[in-house]
């Protein structure tokens, strides 16, 4: 039983209008493994996502879940996947409870109420049990459709975007959700636009541009050779040249020498931080603010794909 | 077969129809019950026996059957059509559930509701002038396979449709007409020759007529000819579903 979750062949995908939309993708994704798929808008992530569970008809190649291929045995494939879309839609008039029971039953499985009350309670949503969908919020929404995926006890879950248009708590929320199913062993498949997200819950990540997997890898390693941040010290008072004692640093002062930018990986941290800014201090230099910048997801598609702006 | 989901999916249109019971259920019977005082006591008074049946009776089925097909359309078509205009259908798309499924239960919760509402008709009907139901097998045979036949075609409508306007424009240009010219406040025989004709390219006109023999043993065509109208249409609903689900027409991209 060694079969990976999720295993895609030569996957492609062109729209009517002649979209390639995806682009020969070839992956695999192991059990229990926290899966981000990082890619700008328009990359191809939900349409990866919408063909693996038969949303959308792939063009070509195929795709395994569990072993199971995804048109010939649709029906064990698919009892396996649980699916968060990205779009908010759910029945305005049902209730909570009746919506997550319709799932479950609508996925083939036997009702157990014990089972809808643990996931409604995971998910905060046990209060809200009786309540009209109509009458929660976004985030209570989103977590709805979270419980509706996971009603039938999948063991893979696709999350499209689940921190989209969720406050900075019910971020941290989700999170917690997420970790908590990773302890249970489930298999999660999450799309992100940010690398800090990707970071944060994802043992690997696929990077995704114009439909095709650039690279993949473990966060760690990704989060190496492209988490580069910068950190721009305005300065007081302008200086004419970067001071010896900051030689180390590799710093380099800006042409109007009233800032100094300093350029680090996301990995070193907080502490190559705290070190330039106590020589700095000792340097007898005085700032008039800080500021800084992450390289966005944009800056990254563009180093990776040859770096020629 | 995935029974579960085909009970999920029927449980909850089932469910869909509790909620709105007015609309559902009353306004069908109000329209019934005023098609009886306009139609059965103003031109009742001036016809009074069609066919050796008193108007008012004559009319009941061919009543029974406007609602029935237009019910049976209006649900199924609004059935799978809402799910695609909110976005719900991704859950339906991506659970393990098979397209005879998917028409089962839709077609099935659909057909119940109009066969239902068709019992309803005709008990109010009661209430105003005597009936008798001479076949009462054929009686409920006729009406069932009305409800599918006219919930199946409900459902190519619904998946067809991608706005509104769609959605209803079939119904009101074709399905109505067809149904006030098929012989539900006349018989044939009141037609002048070439009418009588004419009409026989109307379906509409077998399924009453049909129907209307299993109460009263009066007919315009053969009942067997009405079977066979409404048996070929079911199954022409069925081919072109068939060719819907193969080529996955407008479910998905
Ligand atoms: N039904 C469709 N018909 C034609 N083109 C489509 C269709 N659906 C998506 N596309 C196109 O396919 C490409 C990939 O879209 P997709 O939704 O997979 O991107 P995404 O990576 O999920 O983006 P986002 O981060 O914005 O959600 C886009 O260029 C999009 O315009
Ligand atoms: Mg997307």
Same mark, same amino acid.
């Given at each position: 039983m060694n079969l990976p979750a999720i295993d895609i062949q030569g996957l492609e995908k062109t729209f009517?209008? @002649? $979209? /390639?939309? $995806?682009? !020969?993708v070839d992956l695999s994704i192991g059990r229990g493994e926290i899966f981000a798929l990082l890619g700008p808008n328009g990359a191809g992530k939900t349409t990866l996502i919408k063909v693996i569970c038969g949303l959308t008809e792939a063009s070509a190649g195929d795709a395994w879940v569990a072993g199971h291929h995804?048109? /010939?045995e649709f029906r064990q494939a698919r009892m396996r996947i649980g699916l968060v879309p990205q779009e908010l839609t759910t029945d305005a008039f049902e209730t909570v409870w009746a919506t997550t029971r319709f799932s479950r039953g609508l996925f083939g499985r036997r009702r157990d109420p014990a089972h809808l009350e643990k996931v409604l309670k995971d998910l905060s949503l046990w209060d809200k049990r009786n309540s009209m969908l109509m009458t929660l919020s976004g985030g209570m929404k989103r977590r709805v459709m979270i419980a509706k995926a996971l009603a039938h006890e999948p063991d893979i879950l696709f999350l499209?975007?689940?921190? !989209? @248009?969720?406050d900075v708590e019910l971020r941290r929320g989700m999170w917690q959700v997420i970790n908590r199913l990773r302890e249970q062993g489930v298999t999660i498949v999450l799309t992100t636009h940010y690398l800090e997200e990707a970071e944060q819950m994802a043992d690997r990540v696929g990077v995704i541009n114009n439909g095709q997997i650039m690279r993949v890898e473990s966060t760690e390693s990704l989060m190496q050779s492209l988490g580069q941040k910068r950190l721009t010290l305005e300065l007081a008072a302008p200086l004419d040249a970067v001071p010896d004692t900051l030689e180390g640093y590799n710093l380099t002062l800006t042409d109007d020498g009233c800032a100094l930018n300093y350029h680090y990986n996301h990995c070193e941290g907080a502490e190559a931080v705290q070190g330039l800014l106590r020589a700095v201090d000792s340097a007898g230099i005085r700032l008039h603010d800080v500021d800084t910048h992450e390289s966005s997801l944009e800056e990254i598609f563009v180093s990776m794909v040859g770096g020629s702006t | 077969m995935n029974w579960p989901a085909i009970r999920a999916i029927y449980v909850f249109e089932i469910a869909r129809t509790w909620r709105t019971i007015f609309q559902s259920v009353l306004s069908p019977i109000i329209s019934t019950a005023l098609y009886f005082v306009v139609f059965g006591s103003a031109i009742g008074s001036r016809i009074s026996e069609v066919d050796g049946v008193s108007y008012g009776a004559f009319i009941v089925p061919g009543l029974i059957m406007l609602s029935l097909m237009t019910q049976s359309i209006s649900n199924a078509s609004f059935a799978i059509y809402f799910p695609k205009f909110i976005g719900t259908i991704y859950e339906l798309l991506s659970a393990p559930v098979s397209y005879v499924e998917i028409v089962i239960s839709y077609v099935g919760a659909a057909a119940t509701k109009s066969v239902v509402l068709g019992l309803i008709i005709l008990a109010t009907a009661s209430v105003f002038v005597p009936l008798r139901i001479e076949h009462p097998a054929w009686m409920l045979l006729f009406l069932v396979l009305t409800g599918i036949t006219f919930s199946l075609f409900g459902f190519i409508i619904g998946i067809w449709a991608d706005n509104f306007e769609k959605l209803t424009i079939i119904p009101l240009l074709i399905v109505t007409p067809l149904t006030f010219l098929g012989g539900t406040f006349y018989s044939?025989?009141?037609?002048?020759p070439i009418w009588q004709k004419i009409t026989l390219v109307n379906p509409v006109v077998y399924l009453v007529s049909g129907f209307r023999w299993s109460f009263?043993?009066?007919?315009?065509?053969?009942v067997y000819i009405s079977l066979a109208m409404i048996t070929g249409f079911l199954v022409a609903c069925l081919a072109i579903v068939a060719w819907i689900f193969k080529t996955g027409y407008r479910l998905k991209s």
């Open positions: 009517d209008n @002649g $979209l /390639r939309a $995806l682009d !020969a995804f048109r /010939r499209d975007e689940p921190t !989209a @248009g969720v | 044939l025989k009141m037609l002048p009263y043993s009066v007919a315009d065509v053969n």
